[in-house]
């Protein structure tokens, strides 16, 4: 399945109107979770503002001064990544730059492995939105109101029907929401 989650506002940000994103930190429940989810993943695109942001896991050593940030590091930077950049010459860690469309490359990632892929980046994420290649959205619904920024989700011609098949409230009442695509029988 190709997977898009994201920390998002109540109101449905997931950054705010500076860019800004650090009402997102985890606490600690909530980052061993996003560790074993992460560990679940056999691949994961993602756009460059994201790439760039994720690519102190892979590159500054202070990431890893606790256990669980090292476990974090460890896990991200064995994933294969696949970067989708119009600005990017190179890329660095177990990256490398998209040469094909989002459908491509989502389905040569898909092929690559057993395992879930993840997508992540809201532009890019909106494109396989818009192509019908999300199979699950994961939030992390963070319990404030940002009042604008980046959306987690884009406007859709035709509604997206969804089931909800988990929530989860962490310690720090973050609730965490997991919606499966439900697709008719020509998808």
């Avoid at 920390?7 to 650090?22: K, Y």
């Avoid at 998209?98 to 898909?110: C, F, H, R, T, Y």
């Avoid at 109101?145 to 980046?150: A, D, E, N, Q």
């Avoid at 997206?160 to 998808?187: C, H, K, N, Q």
Wanted: with cysteine; charged share 25%.
């Amino acid at each position: 399945m190709l997977i898009y989650s994201m920390s998002v506002s109540v109101d449905g940000f997931i950054a705010d109107r500076e860019g800004a994103f650090g009402w997102t930190a985890p606490g600690e429940e909530l980052f061993r979770f996003h560790i074993a989810q992460t560990r679940e993943l056999g691949g994961f695109l993602l756009g460059r503002r994201l790439y760039e942001t994720m690519l102190v896991w892979e590159t500054d050593p202070s990431m890893r001064e606790t256990e669980a940030e090292a476990a974090f590091a460890d896990v991200w930077c064995a994933i294969p990544k696949v970067v989708f950049s119009r600005t990017l010459d190179s890329v660095q860690g177990n990256a490398r730059l998209a040469e094909g469309s989002v459908d491509e490359e989502a389905a040569a990632a898909l092929d690559a492995t057993d395992e879930d892929v993840g997508i992540g980046g809201a532009g890019l994420a909106a494109a396989a939105i818009e192509l019908g290649l999300v199979d699950e959205l994961r939030l992390f619904r963070y319990p404030v109101v940002i009042g604008g920024g980046t959306p987690f989700l884009p406007p859709v011609p035709e509604d997206v029907p969804l089931e909800l098949i988990e929530t989860r409230t962490f310690g720090s009442r973050v609730i965490y929401e997991r919606y499966r695509r439900v697709r008719d029988a020509s998808d």
